[in-house]
């Protein structure tokens, strides 16, 4: 799977870290330990951490900064009702893609006549 995985997880990874605030609140950190629990073991913190910066721009969550017994005070991350719309969207369009490409993989109820 490798390169496509890669790329198709791109495309995606907005949607999925919303839908895992969706469940709860969370810092940066904590977001790609939920997702390597999923099993999203391919992605990386740094790239969560730079889609969060991006969402944070967006309006789609709310940050909230929270001591930390370690170091600086975290950001945690809060779906708000931007951020609900754009996950609503984004599993309207999964579902869009997801019928067509099972029409593409199921065979057609059709019979294909050779030879006619």
Known sequence: MGKQLTEMLKGTLEGIVLATLATRPAY???ITARLREQGFTEIVEGTVYALLVRIEQRGLVDVEKVPSEKGPPRKVFTLNAQGRAALDEFW?????????IDRLRTPHDTPTTQGE
Do not use: A, N
């Not at 309207?92 to 067509?100: G, I």
């Open 28 to 30: 940066g950190y904590e």
């Open 92 to 100: 309207e369009t999964w579902t869009f893609l997801e019928e067509r």
